[in-house]
């Protein structure tokens, strides 16, 4: 436990950025697990501080790899440029708040089946950090009281969830959540398809193998023709 308190200083003793952020969430009551969104609790220039504390510690991994980062001229900015990509880049979703979305009455009451995709998602595993690419596609079935969404703004909200460490399991629901709450559809159907590099580059090592998992909400669960109409009509644009 000592460590850890140390941890939290900096070289002058003071609190790091990071110690102040992890202390709000937890006054707040809120976890702050890989794949969450902790963007509500950074303040004004907090974000370019974490940037210099991860810079810093990931300097200290190089060291402990025992990788010259001094004479090495592809080394040198290695730290920083991992930092600025963790942070504004790979795990944005973590750090930025959600992306505005208009949303539109359905003046036209519209209740057919809609299909979103396939959107294209990249993420990181939250056991190894290393990609996982992939396909989404989305499933609505919309009622008069329902929301609807610009075509672009499935992807940019694809986007917000993947770019944080996630598991496929739990991002796939924590899409379908987001989409429920946006457009309160009668039915949600997400289906998402990848490849995880912590099989292709360790382990077993295995290229071939992709994972493809679903979540089907309301009419979607409970109707098992729309289900399968769905399903054959995402396998046609394979």
């Not at 009451?109 to 990249?122: C, D, F, S, Y």
């Not at 009622?143 to 499935?154: A, F, M, Q, R, V």
């Not at 309160?184 to 590099?197: I, S, T």
Request: some cysteine.
């Amino acid at each position: 436990m000592a460590a850890d308190k140390r941890s939290d200083r900096g070289s002058t003793g003071e609190m790091s950025v990071s110690a102040r952020i992890r202390s709000r969430i937890q006054a707040a009551g809120r976890r702050f697990h890989a794949n969450d969104s902790i963007a509500e609790f950074l303040e004004a220039g907090e974000l370019e501080g974490l940037l210099d504390e991860v810079e810093g510690k990931f300097r200290g991994v190089l060291e402990s790899l025992v990788i010259d980062t001094v004479s090495d001229h592809n080394t040198q900015d290695t730290a920083r440029r991992v930092a600025k990509m963790y942070l504004t880049e790979v795990f944005r979703g973590r750090y930025a708040p959600a992306p505005q979305v208009t949303e539109f009455p359905n003046v036209e009451a519209l209740n057919e089946l809609m299909i979103v995709g396939p959107i294209k998602v990249r993420s990181a595993c939250s056991h190894h950090f290393c990609p996982i690419m992939g396909r989404l596609w989305i499933g609505l079935m919309p009622n008069e009281h329902s929301n609807l969404i610009g075509l672009s703004k499935y992807s940019r909200l694809a986007e917000w969830i993947m770019s944080r460490p996630q598991i496929q399991e739990e991002a796939i629901t924590q899409m379908a959540e987001l989409l429920n709450d946006k457009v309160h559809p009668d039915g949600l159907a997400v289906v998402m398809e990848a490849d995880h590099f912590c099989m292709h580059w360790r382990g077993v090592k295995d290229d071939e193998t992709k994972m493809i998992n679903s979540v089907m909400r309301g009419s979607f669960l409970k109707d098992h023709t729309l289900r399968r109409e769905f399903l054959s009509l995402i396998n046609l644009r394979a």
